[in-house]
């Protein structure tokens, strides 16, 4: 699912996993038989980057949608902007 989201394939996704645990110094999957599972470790990381992560992507979405930069402001009639 994680390799399909970032059109990478899986044994990438689990390569730059098993190096941001080196970086961190510390496992974040549990790894059992087929399935795994984040650890304590894991759930507290991914909780505290969370908000980080969304903000990274709405930029991006906002620089993807208007690359130039720059705003627009409009004053319009309430009735007309309703409509």
Request: glycine content about 8%; aromatic content about 6%.
């Amino acid at each position: 699912m994680a390799a399909e989201e970032l059109n990478l394939t899986q044994g990438a996704v689990s390569r730059q996993i098993r190096a941001l645990e080196e970086l961190l110094g510390s496992d974040l999957f549990l790894r059992e038989h087929q399935t795994i599972r984040l650890t304590l470790a894991g759930e507290t990381y991914a909780r505290e980057i969370r908000e980080a992560l969304r903000r990274i992507y709405s930029a991006t979405l906002g620089f993807r949608a208007n690359p130039m930069g720059g705003t627009l402001n409009l004053a319009i009639l309430p009735t007309f902007g309703i409509r």
